[in-house]
């Protein structure tokens, strides 16, 4: 990571609960799962708001969670 990437990561997380995944993005590791869960977060605790989920890895499946991040309206709270 660049210092210019650190800033904006920095930046981005500042004062925010931070859950990183890190791993190859396959159905096995269960990113799937993460992200609904965020969804259900999301969607019935309207006093959360300071939440982000990083996501370290490449895989199969990349294309898929980023779309399902989007479908699951959470995509400003994942950071891929």
Same mark, same amino acid.
């Given at each position: 990571?660049?210092?210019?990437d ?6 981005v997380?500042?004062? !925010?609960? *931070?859950?990183?995944?890190? %791993? ?13 869960? #965020? @969804? ?11 939440? !982000?989920v *990083?996501?370290?890895?490449? %895989?199969e499946?990349?294309?898929e969670?980023?779309k ?5 309206? #959470? @995509?400003?709270?994942?950071?891929f």
């Amino acid at each position: 990571m660049s210092k210019e990437d650190n800033k904006t990561f920095t930046e981005v997380t500042k004062g !925010k609960f *931070v859950i990183v995944f890190l %791993g190859r993005l396959v159905h096995r590791k269960g990113l799937d799962i993460l992200l609904r869960a #965020i @969804s259900k977060i999301k969607s019935n605790r309207n006093d959360i708001k300071d939440i !982000k989920v *990083v996501v370290i890895g490449d %895989g199969e499946k990349e294309s898929e969670y980023l779309k399902m991040s989007i479908d699951l309206n #959470i @995509s400003d709270w994942v950071i891929f």
